[in-house]
T-cell receptor, first 115, second 108 residues
Framework: DTGVSQDPRHKITKRGQNVTFRCDPI?????LYWYRQTLGQGPEFLTY????????KSRLLSDRFSAERPKGSFSTLEIQRTEQGDSAMYLC?????????????FGDGTRLSIL | GQNIDQPTEMTATEGAIVQINCTYQ??????LFWYQQHAGEAPTFLSY????GLEEKGRFSSFLSRSKGYSYLLLKELQMKDSASYLC?????????FGAGTRLTVKP
C-alpha cells in the first residue's frame, strides 16, 4: 500500500498530557497537510509543508500545536498540554505541488480522545 | 478568507439523480474539489474543476461557475453505497478550505 499512513489510529489520553502523531505521505508528494475534523464538520486546515518548509499555519491554531517535517518526508504533529476541546480526528494529506490540479490524498486519520 | 456553504443533509432514492450545491467566496481561486467521505473513513477525491463548465466522470459530474462562486456535484443512478458525506473544497493561492459537507442518504 503506497497511500498516506498515519500512526496511531487512536489515542486516548488525560487532559494536560502531550501527544504526538506521525504521518507518512505518498513518497513522491512534496506537499503535506494537517487537518482537524470534528463530527459533522469538514476538515479544518491546520498547517502545511512544501518539502521541509512549513509554509502556512492557521491563525486559529493554538501555540500548543506544533508540526515538523524535518527531512521533507514524514511529519509529526504535537499537541502540548491537551485540552478536552482537542478531541477530534486529525487527518494528514499529501499532494504534488499546487498548480497541477492534483488532489490531496488523505490518510485514515488519528482519532484523539481527551479524558 | 473563504466561506463555503453547502446543504447539511439531503435524501434521495436509489436509482435517482441528486444535485449537491456549493457556493463559495474566496480571495484567490485556484480550483474546486469534491470529496466523498463515508462515516469513520478518510475523504476520497471525486472531481476537480478550475475552469467554468461541466466535468463528467462516470456516474459523477461536477460543474463550476467562477463568476457566480458556485459549483454542484451531480450523482446519477444512485446506489446505496453512495450514502456518505460530500465535501466541497476550494483551493486558493496557498491552501485548501473545506465546507462542512452534505450528508446524503440514499433510500431503497
Amino acid at each position: 500500500d503506497t497511500g498516506v499512513s498515519q500512526d496511531p489510529r487512536h489515542k486516548i489520553t488525560k487532559r494536560g498530557q502531550n501527544v504526538t502523531f506521525r504521518c507518512d505521505p505518498i513518497s513522491e508528494h512534496n506537499r503535506l497537510y494537517w487537518y482537524r475534523q470534528t463530527l459533522g464538520q469538514g476538515p479544518e486546515f491546520l498547517t502545511y509543508f512544501q518539502n521541509e518548509a512549513q509554509l502556512e499555519k492557521s491563525r486559529l491554531l493554538s501555540d500548543r500545536f506544533s508540526a515538523e517535517r524535518p527531512k521533507g518526508s514524514f511529519s509529526t504533529l504535537e499537541i502540548q498540554r491537551t485540552e478536552q476541546g482537542d478531541s477530534a480526528m486529525y487527518l494528514c494529506a499529501s499532494s504534488l505541488e499546487v498548480g497541477t490540479g492534483q488532489p490531496q490524498h488523505f490518510g485514515d486519520g488519528t482519532r484523539l480522545s481527551i479524558l | 478568507g473563504q466561506n463555503i456553504d453547502q446543504p447539511t443533509e439531503m435524501t434521495a432514492t436509489e436509482g435517482a439523480i441528486v444535485q449537491i450545491n456549493c457556493t463559495y467566496q474566496t480571495s484567490g481561486f485556484n480550483g474546486l474539489f469534491w470529496y466523498q467521505q463515508h462515516a469513520g473513513e478518510a475523504p476520497t477525491f471525486l472531481s476537480y474543476n478550475v475552469l467554468d463548465g461541466l466535468e463528467e466522470k462516470g456516474r459523477f459530474s461536477s460543474f463550476l461557475s467562477r463568476s457566480k462562486g458556485y459549483s454542484y456535484l451531480l450523482l446519477k443512478e444512485l446506489q446505496m453505497k453512495d450514502s456518505a458525506s460530500y465535501l466541497c473544497a476550494v483551493r486558493d493561492t496557498h491552501d485548501m478550505r473545506f465546507g462542512a459537507g452534505t450528508r446524503l442518504t440514499v433510500k431503497p
